[in-house]
């Protein structure tokens, strides 16, 4: 019987159903073991960003405004709209990943005291609509995907490497959730951020909207910064091989395509056939560039890599940054670290 | 030629290579311990071990991350450990070897489940416990050839012991205390390295398919021992073999797609073997009669 309970558990873990049994697997109480491995990086990560937090919100003369958000990526982007007026909580922190995710009691706990929470929607955070009736919480669930056009998922048996986004649809349902990965998508999630803070805390619009104009403008430039690396590479060499399918926002932001050894979830388990297609698609289109990620099982890339003679060019950021101190702690960062990492990986350098 | 087309994929890429050479070797190697595992039914047990290992090794993926040696060593200590410790509590107090098992087996597990969550790591855990037989590289190799030639020589050695140990362990453990213990300790360790070498290729919840299917399937064909020592292996083998084809051909995941071919041959043995259902109705027939 327990093995039977534990089993289930890896197998949420594993994402074949992130969505749905990863939530019931921990609404039922099955053991914490399946998600708890990325559950105890989100905590040191939610714990240094709340003391951040609050040691600026001792400064500021009202109390911070307690906020949540589901990755450390939206949590970035939280902190730069909200400054020191809010006080951020991180459900998954630096280099650890969403699809396998199960909340702690301390992160409900959280969740229920939060008077906004922010999560990315399209259907990567799975686990959220349960977490928000569990955890009790009533205050306002900002969707930041909001009013942007989301990819659609396209549908099964085209599962690996078709170039822009083709993943397994299995896991994130009908659209790809990877949006960040483009930066006029992020202007609009920074927008929804401040819409949001102010509605909650209408003393600070001002100070929102006016953090958010800033920040709106860094972004900007980095879009143009993207731009401009890309710029000098012929559209037809744009060509990538990643471990999970995280990029086709990216891809389709910048003119480069992305192919997948995973599906779109990290954690999908691949198949010879995808295997064999990708080694194929470097062959016969000489592809150069051959990259592992912070939240994936780099074995794969690596074996893919003996097959054809390529050595991974180094690491992406698709779906967390990395801890303070990384080369990928913030998300403009992170995008110019993959972004200098693509262009020289392509261009041979 | 069509048949052969259809092999194709098994040589156009190194990493099929590897994976076979990996299921070679594994069905050489787990196999056969499967034949033990029922005839002394404990095919559970392999189950429970399984769990045991898998909390030694993601201690050692914390300690010294996705490091071959470390997550192997890990888990055989966590396995021996918890075979050892079962047999002794079943051998010298009133609970029996499976009661025994199960507590030690969810201590190991809770430990582990524990140690997960305090220490979660950047690459998450699961992807590593789950191994793929895709992405076997030199160093796995050879610590299944390691594996496997171990398993050969040992089951050599231990041989009459092990059948004895199988038929009449009261017998055995009159006559010989030693051969009896050695036979026992030293098959539980066979059972805990093979276990280790399958989550290598094809993860831990699946690497106990590889040892009790081919057993299973095959006891509906043969009788004797020699005969099931010789067919467990070329069936393991086959449907390895299958399950690589299908997860090349039908896209599917290749560890599944693998236990799935072991699981239909099962069924298949099941009924038309020479011991199944179907051939067997007239015998049970004459049975109920007499």
Not at chain 1, 196 to 221: E, I, K, N, P
Not at chain 2, 70 to 93: E, F, H, Q
Not at chain 2, 168 to 195: E, K, M, Q, T
Request: aromatic fraction near 8%; glycine fraction near 10%; charge should be positive.
């Amino acid at each position: 019987m327990k093995r039977r309970i534990f089993g289930r558990g890896l197998v949420a873990g594993l994402g074949l159903a992130g969505l749905g049994l990863g939530g019931a697997a921990w609404a039922t109480g099955a053991p914490a073991g399946a998600g708890a491995a990325t559950g105890a990086g989100a905590a040191t990560g939610a714990a240094a960003a709340g003391a951040t937090a609050a040691a600026s919100a001792a400064t500021a003369t009202t109390a911070a405004l307690p906020v949540v958000a589901s990755f450390s990526i939206l949590g970035d982007l939280v902190q730069q709209v909200g400054g020191e007026r809010v006080q951020l909580t991180q459900l998954i922190g630096p280099d650890s990943d969403a699809h396998v995710f199960q909340p702690r009691p301390a992160q409900a706990r959280l969740v229920g005291q939060a008077r906004l929470v922010f999560s990315n929607g399209l259907g990567f955070e799975g686990w959220m609509p349960r977490l928000l009736r569990s955890a009790n919480f009533r205050g306002q669930h900002v969707v930041l995907s909001r009013g942007i056009e989301p990819l659609r998922n396209p549908g099964h048996g085209h599962r690996h490497g078709h170039g822009h986004g083709h993943g397994h649809a299995h896991d994130h349902g009908e659209h790809d959730p990877h949006a960040w990965q483009n930066v006029a998508h992020v202007r609009v999630y920074v927008r929804n951020i401040a819409d949001a803070l102010c509605a909650a805390d209408a003393a600070g619009c001002d100070f929102y909207r006016q953090r958010a104009q800033a920040y709106d403008a860094v972004l900007a430039q980095l879009d143009a910064e993207i731009r401009a690396a890309w710029a000098p590479i012929e559209v037809a060499q744009r060509r990538v091989i990643v471990a999970h399918d995280a990029f086709a926002y990216y891809g389709q932001a910048y003119n480069v395509r992305f192919m997948a050894a995973r599906g779109v979830s990290a954690d999908s388990e691949p198949t010879a056939r995808g295997i064999a297609r990708l080694v194929q698609q470097i062959r016969e289109e000489r592809i150069r560039a051959l990259f592992v990620e912070n939240v994936t099982d780099p074995r794969l890339i690596e074996q893919i890599g003996r097959e054809t003679g390529l050595r991974p060019a180094g690491r992406l950021y698709s779906d967390a940054l990395s801890a303070p101190g990384g080369t990928a702690p913030s998300y403009v960062e992170m995008l110019r670290h993959n972004t200098q990492a693509l262009t020289r990986a392509v261009a041979g350098i | 030629m069509a048949a052969l087309g259809w092999l194709e994929p098994l040589w156009a890429f190194s990493f099929m290579q590897r994976a076979l050479l990996g299921c070679v070797l594994l069905s050489l190697s787990a196999a056969p311990v499967g034949v033990f595992l029922m005839l002394r039914r404990m095919s559970l047990t392999g189950d429970a071990m399984a769990h045991a290992i898998l909390p030694g090794a993601a201690v050692g993926f914390l300690i010294s991350g996705l490091s071959l040696g470390a997550m192997t060593l890990g888990g055989i200590v966590a396995g021996l450990v918890v075979a050892v410790a079962s047999g002794l509590v079943a051998r010298s107090t009133v609970l029996r070897e499976d009661t025994s098992l199960a507590a030690f087996y969810l201590l190991s597990l809770a430990l582990g489940v524990l140690i997960i969550s305090t220490y979660g790591s950047q690459v998450d855990l699961l992807h590593v416990l789950f191994g793929t037989v895709l992405a076997l590289d030199d160093a796995a190799l050879a610590l299944l050839l390691g594996i496997a030639l171990t398993t050969l020589l040992a089951m050599r050695l231990l041989y009459r012991a092990l059948v004895l140990e199988c038929l009449d362990p009261d017998f055995l453990r009159a006559h010989s205390p030693r051969w009896s213990a050695l036979a026992h300790y030293g098959f539980l360790v066979l059972v805990v390295i093979n276990l280790v070498a399958g989550f290598h290729a094809l993860g831990t919840l699946m690497a106990v398919a590889i040892m009790v299917l081919p057993a299973a399937a095959a006891r509906f064909w043969v009788r004797r021992i020699e005969s099931l020592l010789w067919l467990a292996p070329v069936l393991a083998l086959l449907c390895c073999v299958a399950g690589l084809l299908l997860s090349y051909h039908a896209d599917w995941p290749t560890s599944p797609a693998i236990v799935l071919a072991l699981g239909a041959l099962w069924l298949l043995s099941m009924i038309f073997g020479r011991f199944g259902v179907w051939r067997q109705r007239s015998v049970s027939a004459v049975h109920l009669k007499g």
